[in-house]
Protein backbone atom coordinates (compact mmCIF):
# COMPACT_ATOMS: atom_id res chain seq x y z
CA UNK A 1 0.00 0.00 0.00
CA UNK A 2 1.34 3.76 -0.84
CA UNK A 3 2.08 5.58 2.21
CA UNK A 4 -0.85 7.30 3.50
CA UNK A 5 -1.60 10.04 6.47
CA UNK A 6 -3.57 8.41 9.39
CA UNK A 7 -5.13 11.00 12.10
CA UNK A 8 -5.60 9.83 15.59
CA UNK A 9 -8.41 12.31 17.05
CA UNK A 10 -8.36 12.00 20.88
CA UNK A 11 -10.12 13.45 23.98
CA UNK A 12 -7.37 13.02 26.05
CA UNK A 13 -3.24 12.60 25.90
CA UNK A 14 -2.92 8.95 26.54
CA UNK A 15 -5.84 7.82 24.95
CA UNK A 16 -4.00 7.26 21.52
CA UNK A 17 -1.41 5.24 23.26
CA UNK A 18 -4.19 3.20 25.37
CA UNK A 19 -6.45 2.38 22.01
CA UNK A 20 -4.24 2.35 19.06
CA UNK A 21 -0.54 2.72 20.02
CA UNK A 22 1.12 0.02 18.47
CA UNK A 23 -1.51 0.24 15.16
CA UNK A 24 0.05 4.08 14.80
CA UNK A 25 3.82 2.47 15.53
CA UNK A 26 2.99 0.14 12.92
CA UNK A 27 1.41 3.03 10.44
CA UNK A 28 4.92 5.18 11.23
CA UNK A 29 6.77 1.93 10.47
CA UNK A 30 5.22 0.98 7.25
CA UNK A 31 6.23 4.99 5.66
CA UNK A 32 2.86 6.47 6.70
CA UNK A 33 2.72 10.15 8.46
CA UNK A 34 0.57 9.30 11.76
CA UNK A 35 -0.50 12.99 12.74
CA UNK A 36 -2.61 13.63 16.33
CA UNK A 37 -5.05 15.71 17.73
CA UNK A 38 -5.90 16.54 21.07
CA UNK A 39 -9.31 17.93 21.51
CA UNK A 40 -8.17 18.79 25.38
CA UNK A 41 -5.24 19.06 27.85
CA UNK A 42 -6.13 16.21 30.31
CA UNK A 43 -5.43 18.95 33.04
CA UNK A 44 -8.84 18.35 35.20
CA UNK A 45 -8.90 14.64 35.06
CA UNK A 46 -6.91 13.66 37.11
CA UNK A 47 -5.57 15.69 40.26
CA UNK A 48 -2.35 13.69 40.35
CA UNK A 49 -0.31 15.03 37.51
CA UNK A 50 0.66 18.53 37.01
CA UNK A 51 -0.80 20.85 34.82
CA UNK A 52 -1.81 21.53 31.01
CA UNK A 53 1.97 22.07 30.15
CA UNK A 54 3.31 18.52 31.75
CA UNK A 55 0.15 16.73 29.76
CA UNK A 56 1.83 18.20 26.72
CA UNK A 57 4.74 17.43 27.52
CA UNK A 58 3.57 13.62 28.00
CA UNK A 59 2.34 13.86 24.80
CA UNK A 60 5.30 14.45 23.01
CA UNK A 61 6.81 11.82 24.78
CA UNK A 62 4.26 9.25 23.98
CA UNK A 63 3.89 10.25 20.32
CA UNK A 64 7.38 10.40 19.47
CA UNK A 65 8.37 6.94 21.43
CA UNK A 66 6.43 5.34 18.83
CA UNK A 67 8.15 7.34 15.81
CA UNK A 68 5.99 9.99 15.15
CA UNK A 69 7.28 14.02 14.37
CA UNK A 70 6.28 16.72 17.11
CA UNK A 71 5.25 18.64 13.98
CA UNK A 72 2.52 16.25 13.58
CA UNK A 73 0.67 16.84 16.84
CA UNK A 74 -2.12 19.82 17.48
CA UNK A 75 -3.37 20.28 21.37
CA UNK A 76 -6.37 22.04 21.50
CA UNK A 77 -7.32 23.63 24.77
CA UNK A 78 -11.48 22.34 25.54
CA UNK A 79 -12.26 22.10 29.07
CA UNK A 80 -11.18 18.20 30.35
CA UNK A 81 -13.70 16.47 30.98
CA UNK A 82 -16.57 19.11 29.86
CA UNK A 83 -16.67 19.10 26.47
CA UNK A 84 -20.37 18.73 26.17
CA UNK A 85 -20.15 22.72 27.44
CA UNK A 86 -18.78 23.64 23.90
CA UNK A 87 -21.29 23.68 20.96
CA UNK A 88 -20.69 20.72 19.03
CA UNK A 89 -20.38 22.88 15.85
CA UNK A 90 -17.00 24.66 17.49
CA UNK A 91 -15.48 21.18 18.16
CA UNK A 92 -16.18 19.81 14.93
CA UNK A 93 -14.49 23.18 13.16
CA UNK A 94 -11.86 22.25 15.38
CA UNK A 95 -11.29 19.11 13.76
CA UNK A 96 -12.03 20.38 10.27
CA UNK A 97 -8.97 22.52 10.39
CA UNK A 98 -6.93 20.21 11.27
CA UNK A 99 -8.41 17.53 8.25
CA UNK A 100 -7.76 20.34 6.41
CA UNK A 101 -4.10 20.50 7.17
CA UNK A 102 -3.20 16.75 7.35
CA UNK A 103 -5.86 15.43 4.75
CA UNK A 104 -5.60 12.00 6.38
CA UNK A 105 -6.47 8.95 4.11
CA UNK A 106 -7.43 7.43 7.84
CA UNK A 107 -8.62 8.28 10.97
CA UNK A 108 -8.84 6.66 13.73
CA UNK A 109 -11.13 8.00 17.08
CA UNK A 110 -12.79 6.92 20.24
CA UNK A 111 -15.57 5.20 20.30
CA UNK A 112 -19.84 6.54 20.47
CA UNK A 113 -20.65 4.31 23.81
CA UNK A 114 -17.42 4.92 26.17
CA UNK A 115 -18.11 6.38 29.27
CA UNK A 116 -16.41 10.07 29.41
CA UNK A 117 -18.56 11.97 28.08
CA UNK A 118 -15.43 13.95 26.26
CA UNK A 119 -14.79 10.74 24.09
CA UNK A 120 -18.28 10.34 22.95
CA UNK A 121 -18.40 13.59 21.58
CA UNK A 122 -14.86 13.48 20.09
CA UNK A 123 -16.76 10.39 18.29
CA UNK A 124 -19.85 12.85 17.44
CA UNK A 125 -17.69 15.66 16.20
CA UNK A 126 -14.83 13.47 14.11
CA UNK A 127 -18.17 12.20 12.09
CA UNK A 128 -19.82 15.49 11.49
CA UNK A 129 -16.82 16.85 10.20
CA UNK A 130 -15.15 14.01 7.92
CA UNK A 131 -18.83 13.24 6.70
CA UNK A 132 -18.32 11.05 3.66
CA UNK A 133 -19.07 13.46 0.43
CA UNK A 134 -17.27 12.95 -2.46
CA UNK A 135 -13.93 15.08 -2.15
CA UNK A 136 -13.37 14.04 1.28
CA UNK A 137 -9.72 12.62 1.76
CA UNK A 138 -10.89 10.10 4.59
CA UNK A 139 -11.53 6.83 3.45
CA UNK A 140 -11.49 5.21 7.07
CA UNK A 141 -12.64 5.96 9.92
CA UNK A 142 -12.19 3.45 13.01
CA UNK A 143 -12.95 3.24 16.57
CA UNK A 144 -10.27 2.32 19.35
CA UNK A 145 -11.32 1.21 23.02
CA UNK A 146 -9.99 3.00 25.81
CA UNK A 147 -9.66 0.44 28.89
CA UNK A 148 -11.69 2.10 31.87
CA UNK A 149 -13.85 4.38 29.99
CA UNK A 150 -15.14 1.65 26.95
CA UNK A 151 -15.83 -1.06 28.96
CA UNK A 152 -17.66 0.89 31.85
CA UNK A 153 -20.15 2.30 30.02
CA UNK A 154 -24.31 1.22 30.94
CA UNK A 155 -24.43 -1.53 29.58
CA UNK A 156 -26.61 -1.58 26.62
CA UNK A 157 -26.93 -2.73 22.63
CA UNK A 158 -26.46 0.58 21.72
CA UNK A 159 -22.98 1.17 23.40
CA UNK A 160 -21.80 -1.88 22.65
CA UNK A 161 -18.00 -1.96 21.19
CA UNK A 162 -17.89 -3.91 18.59
CA UNK A 163 -14.62 -4.38 16.73
CA UNK A 164 -14.10 -6.16 13.55
CA UNK A 165 -11.03 -4.55 12.38
CA UNK A 166 -7.65 -6.43 14.48
CA UNK A 167 -4.33 -5.46 13.79
CA UNK A 168 -1.78 -7.41 14.32
CA UNK A 169 0.70 -5.81 17.27
CA UNK A 170 3.18 -8.06 18.59
CA UNK A 171 6.02 -6.79 16.40
CA UNK A 172 5.40 -3.51 18.22
CA UNK A 173 4.07 -4.27 21.68
CA UNK A 174 6.75 -2.78 22.93
CA UNK A 175 7.08 0.67 21.41
CA UNK A 176 3.32 0.71 23.09
CA UNK A 177 4.80 -0.24 26.52
CA UNK A 178 7.36 2.23 25.87
CA UNK A 179 4.98 5.08 25.00
CA UNK A 180 2.57 4.03 27.63
CA UNK A 181 5.46 4.34 29.76
CA UNK A 182 5.16 8.56 29.20
CA UNK A 183 1.87 8.40 30.77
CA UNK A 184 2.52 6.38 34.18
CA UNK A 185 1.22 8.58 36.14
CA UNK A 186 -2.43 7.87 34.85
CA UNK A 187 -1.47 4.05 35.04
CA UNK A 188 -3.03 2.17 38.34
CA UNK A 189 -2.05 -1.02 40.04
CA UNK A 190 -3.94 -4.41 38.95
CA UNK A 191 -6.80 -5.30 39.02
CA UNK A 192 -7.73 -1.65 37.92
CA UNK A 193 -8.47 -1.69 34.64
CA UNK A 194 -5.82 1.54 33.48
CA UNK A 195 -3.13 -0.92 34.40
CA UNK A 196 -0.08 -2.54 32.10
CA UNK A 197 -1.82 -5.84 33.52
CA UNK A 198 -5.27 -5.36 32.00
CA UNK A 199 -3.51 -3.35 28.97
CA UNK A 200 -1.32 -6.22 28.22
CA UNK A 201 -4.70 -8.57 28.93
CA UNK A 202 -6.58 -6.87 26.41
CA UNK A 203 -4.10 -6.88 24.22
CA UNK A 204 -3.75 -10.80 24.20
CA UNK A 205 -7.24 -11.43 24.11
CA UNK A 206 -7.89 -9.55 20.89
CA UNK A 207 -5.27 -11.27 19.88
CA UNK A 208 -6.49 -14.90 20.52
CA UNK A 209 -10.52 -13.70 19.29
CA UNK A 210 -8.33 -13.32 15.72
CA UNK A 211 -5.61 -16.29 16.09
CA UNK A 212 -2.68 -13.59 16.95
CA UNK A 213 -0.23 -13.26 19.50
CA UNK A 214 -1.52 -9.97 20.25
CA UNK A 215 -3.75 -7.11 18.60
CA UNK A 216 -5.57 -3.92 18.91
CA UNK A 217 -9.06 -3.83 17.57
CA UNK A 218 -11.22 -1.51 15.97
CA UNK A 219 -15.17 -1.03 14.96
CA UNK A 220 -15.33 -0.11 11.45
CA UNK A 221 -17.05 3.55 11.42
CA UNK A 222 -16.73 3.60 7.36
CA UNK A 223 -14.36 2.61 4.87
CA UNK A 224 -13.91 2.96 1.40
CA UNK A 225 -11.74 1.62 -0.91
ZN1 LIG B 1 -9.65 9.90 27.46
Known amino acids: MAQQTVLAVCAHPDDEILGAGATLAKHLAQGDRVCFVFMTDGEAARGSFDGAEARRHAAYGATT???????????????DNRLDTVAMLDLAQAIEKTVERFRPRVIYTHHRGDLNVDHRLTHQAVLTACRPVPDSTVHAIYGFEVLSSTEWASPSADNAFIPVHYVDIVDFWDQKLAALKAYDHEMRTFPHARSYEA???????????????KAEAFSVIHQRG
Not at 65 to 79: E, L, M, R, V, Y
Open 65 to 79: AIGASKDDICFFDFP
Open 199 to 213: VEALAKLRGAHVGLE
